[in-house]
């Protein structure tokens, strides 16, 4: 599994502002989109693709809901990473997982990262699953302690009032058991 794969990092892009392409893998397609798309409201092209190009792994039937995991990050060694990273463990047999630590690092103050983070939970992309623009992330799965965190009740309230539903990581767990 790769940042490609996984999180719908560009292959490439030679989009400037009045033309040219990007292409990346989203949900097991190779997605490509032009610069008009939003202008002339064409969709991407869809290309169903068997492995990862950039990985090798096997994307076959690997159209997988996607979940955002929030949590308590601030004043914990190492940002709580290893919390996030067995989470995702758990949840990756069912969902597509992103972490906030994908996104920001130590360096980065938290207004900086409230903004990076709160953008890309609200990210909309095409989803070809659904057939339509939609919300990236189908869920937000939440660690202990979030109450906590005055981030993680941040990204709580945003997600809901987006209506992507948030849950507890062992209910998320359960609900796909
Ligand atoms: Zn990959």
Same mark, same amino acid.
């Given at each position: 599994?790769?940042?490609?794969?996984e999180?719908?990092?560009?292959?490439?892009?030679?989009?400037?502002?009045?033309?040219?392409?990007?292409?990346?893998?989203?949900?097991?397609?190779?997605?490509?989109?032009?610069w008009?798309d939003?202008?002339?409201?064409?969709?991407?092209?869809?290309?169903?693709?068997?492995y990862?190009?950039?990985?090798?792994?096997d994307?076959?039937?690997? $159209?997988?809901p996607?979940? *955002?995991?929030? %949590?308590?990050?601030t004043?914990?060694? +190492? @940002?709580?990473?290893?919390?996030f990273?067995?989470a995702?463990?758990e949840?990756?047999?069912?969902h597509?997982?992103?972490?906030?630590h994908e996104?920001?690092?130590?360096?980065?103050?938290?207004?900086?990262?409230?903004?990076?983070l709160l953008?890309?939970?609200? $990210?909309?992309t095409y989803? *070809?699953?659904? %057939?339509?623009?939609?919300?990236?992330y +189908? @869920?937000?799965?939440?660690l202990?302690?979030?109450?906590?965190?005055?981030?993680?009740?941040?990204?709580?309230a945003?997600?809901?009032?987006?209506?992507?539903?948030?849950?507890?990581?062992?209910?998320?767990l359960?609900?796909?058991r």
């Open positions: 599994m790769c940042e490609y794969c999180n719908t990092k560009l292959l490439g892009n030679s989009k400037s502002l009045i033309e040219g392409v990007d292409a990346a893998i989203d949900g097991g397609k190779l997605r490509v989109s032009g008009f939003g202008i002339a409201g064409v969709q991407p092209l869809y290309i169903p693709v068997n990862c190009p950039m990985c090798g792994r994307l076959r039937g690997n $159209d997988m996607r979940l *955002y995991i929030s %949590g308590p990050v004043g914990k060694p +190492d @940002g709580n990473r290893e919390a990273e067995e995702r463990r949840l990756r047999h069912w597509m997982v992103s972490i906030p996104y920001v690092d130590a360096e980065t103050t938290h207004e900086e990262a409230m903004a990076i953008h890309q939970l609200t $990210d909309r989803s *070809y699953r659904k %057939g339509k623009c939609a919300n990236l +189908d @869920g937000v799965a939440i202990p302690g979030w109450e906590q965190s005055e981030g993680a009740r941040l990204e709580k945003v997600a809901e009032a987006c209506g992507i539903p948030c849950k507890t990581v062992d209910e998320w359960e609900e796909a």
